[in-house]
């Protein structure tokens, strides 16, 4: 489903992004792990043509999203969900109406069916119908990233990218996103990366897991492959996550 060749990026004379292949075959969730500022957002947004790379092919479903324009990118973009870090819900709306909103954005479709799809989502999210017409301000942390994610795929994306759902969440509520990440994926064959820096989570969710360090792949591959890494830099970095919770 995505396919990233050779991908190099810099800023001026500051380079992030160097040499990065990747590969995401469909279903899958690829877990991009790495400290802060190596690369993980900056490679994210290429998947979505946000940032154009220097050198390097980002294949989404078949197609090379680098050279496209305003349209083709547009179309391609329906193939995705995204969830930021912030859930990023409009404050003014209730959750019904927030999880509707990129239905309404973009097609004509009935009150009826945009009902039906809402609430399968909210469903699949474990919000109550008591939800639907809460403001944000009057929800948990925990219920507002729900939210987000169910206006993340009610469109019944074919990609969702996450970047950092976890960070600042604490452990229940971030068991309670890993939860709901897997059931869109399980339900909905949903194809997911997510940027994380938190260890226990990855491996949580993972299918596979790329190691990114100053802007290359250091170590790619299942979870367990990723762990028994003989590369110094990912050692220490499993080492204090698995030393530390032994
Ligand atoms: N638009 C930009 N212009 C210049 N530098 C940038 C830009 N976007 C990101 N960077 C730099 O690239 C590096 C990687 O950033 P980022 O991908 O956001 O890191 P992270 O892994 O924490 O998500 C950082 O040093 C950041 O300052
Ligand atoms: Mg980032």
């Not at 040499?19 to 991009?32: D, E, Q, R, W």
């Given at each position: 489903?995505?396919?990233?060749?050779?991908?190099?990026?810099?800023?001026?004379?500051y380079?992030?992004?160097?040499?990065?292949?990747?590969?995401?075959?469909?279903?899958?969730?690829?877990?991009?792990?790495?400290?802060?500022g190596?690369?993980?957002?900056?490679?994210m947004?290429?998947?979505?043509?946000?940032?154009?790379?220097d050198?390097?092919?980002?294949i989404?479903?078949?197609?090379d999203?680098?050279?496209?324009?305003?349209?083709?990118?547009?179309?391609?973009?329906h193939?995705?969900?995204?969830?930021?870090?912030?859930a990023?819900?409009?404050?003014?709306m209730?959750?019904?109406?927030?999880?509707?909103?990129?239905?309404?954005?973009?097609?004509?479709?009935?009150?009826?069916?945009?009902?039906?799809?809402?609430?399968?989502?909210?469903?699949?999210?474990?919000?109550?119908?008591?939800s639907?017409?809460?403001?944000p301000?009057d929800?948990?942390?925990g219920?507002r990233?729900?939210?987000?994610?169910?206006?993340?795929i009610?469109?019944?994306?074919?990609?969702?990218?996450?970047?950092?759902?976890t960070?600042?969440?604490d452990?229940i509520?971030?068991?309670?996103?890993?939860?709901?990440?897997?059931?869109?994926?399980?339900?909905l064959?949903?194809?997911?990366?997510?940027?994380?820096?938190?260890?226990?989570?990855a491996f949580?969710?993972?299918d596979q897991?790329?190691?990114l360090s100053?802007?290359?792949?250091?170590?790619?591959?299942?979870?367990?492959?990723?762990?028994?890494?003989?590369?110094?830099?990912?050692?220490?970095?499993?080492?204090?996550?698995?030393?530390?919770?032994?």
């Open positions: 489903m995505i396919e990233i060749v050779d991908l190099h990026k810099s800023f001026g004379d380079t992030v992004l160097k040499g990065i292949n990747l590969s995401v075959p469909a279903g899958n969730t690829c877990v991009i792990l790495g400290g802060s190596s690369g993980k957002t900056v490679l947004k290429h998947m979505i043509g946000l940032l154009k790379p050198q390097g092919q980002v989404i479903d078949g197609e999203v680098v050279p496209m324009g305003p349209e083709d990118l547009e179309r391609m973009r193939k995705f969900g995204m969830v930021f870090q912030a990023a819900l409009f404050d003014s209730d959750v019904y109406d927030n999880v509707a909103f990129p239905l309404r954005e973009h097609r004509g479709i009935s009150e009826e069916e945009i009902q039906k799809l809402v609430r399968s989502k909210l469903d699949l999210m474990g919000l109550p119908r008591a639907e017409r809460k403001f301000a929800l948990s942390g219920m990233k729900r939210v987000g994610l169910a206006r993340a009610v469109m019944n994306p074919k990609i969702v990218l996450y970047d950092e759902p960070t600042g969440l452990p509520t971030t068991d309670y996103v890993d939860e709901m990440i897997l059931a869109a994926q399980k339900e064959g949903i194809t997911s990366v997510v940027i994380s820096h938190d260890i226990a989570s949580n969710i993972a897991i790329a190691f100053k802007g290359v792949i250091l170590e790619q591959g299942s979870p367990e492959q990723v762990r028994a890494s003989k590369h110094p830099a990912v050692e220490i970095f499993m080492q204090t996550w698995f030393g530390k919770n032994d």
